[in-house]
């Protein structure tokens, strides 16, 4: 257990299994960037909880220049930064009564302003199975132009090959994109392998994507192989 108070701790990596870190509450517990260009959390192992505490400030700045490499600023699944793909399955990951506020990617092609689900690896056989619940997402950016910048999608939350993704009882506002997907961007382009998306009960709203492309500036996009409820 984390008890209350503000932590600043970055570049975090969970990668052991079976693993629960519970907070104090998100109005106790609370992990704030004082570092530029670091992410918070990094979960690279099956059966992962993150819960009861509030993510702020974290961020990966246009200095990290290798593309698709740094995205999700405050938790990232799949690979730790500087990688752009994962080639293992990462299931049974839930992150729960989480704030995550004002954290933001300007890295090139850098998207999911507070979460990342990366892309998996050719031969597309493996998969990443993610939980959301009763989470609040509040001014985070992917992208910092506030104008059409491709490559910066999924203001709050970018899920990629192979993403799984549930969300229930969550609240996303003020979030902005540069490109596509306001609050939420799911992207799946290969035949092989699909990303999958569930929205429970979830409010969005005044969030902004700065595209100028028909359909694309939505609070929630999904593009390609990808199955939406």
Not at 8 to 15: D, F, P, S
Not at 178 to 203: L, R
Request: glycine fraction near 10%; charge should be negative; hydrophobic fraction near 30%.
């Amino acid at each position: 257990n984390v008890g209350a108070g503000t932590y600043t701790e970055h570049t975090v990596n969970v990668n052991k299994t079976n693993l629960t870190i519970t907070g104090a509450g998100s109005s106790s517990t609370i992990f704030e960037s004082n570092t530029a260009n670091k992410g918070f959390m990094s979960i690279t192992a099956s059966d992962v909880t993150v819960e009861n505490m509030k993510i702020k400030d974290y961020n990966f700045t246009s200095a990290s220049s290798s593309s698709n490499a740094y995205g999700g600023a405050a938790i990232r699944v799949g690979s730790t930064p500087g990688n752009t793909s994962v080639s293992s399955t990462i299931s049974g990951v839930s992150i729960k009564n989480i704030i995550f506020k004002d954290n933001y990617t300007d890295a090139d092609s850098g998207d999911g302003g507070a979460i990342e689900l990366q892309s998996h690896a050719s031969p597309y056989s493996t998969t990443t199975t993610v939980t959301i619940d009763g989470c609040i997402f509040d001014g985070n950016k992917a992208g910092l132009d506030g104008s059409e910048v491709s490559g910066h999608n999924g203001g709050a939350i970018q899920g990629k090959i192979g993403a799984h993704l549930t969300i229930n009882n969550s609240v996303f506002y003020d979030n902005d994109a540069d490109y596509t997907g306001a609050a939420v961007n799911i992207w799946s382009e290969e035949p092989d392998i699909e990303a999958t998306i569930t929205m429970n009960n979830c409010t969005l709203y005044d969030n902004t994507a700065f595209t100028d492309d028909s359909g694309k500036i939505a609070q929630f996009y999904v593009t390609g192989d990808v199955t939406a409820d």
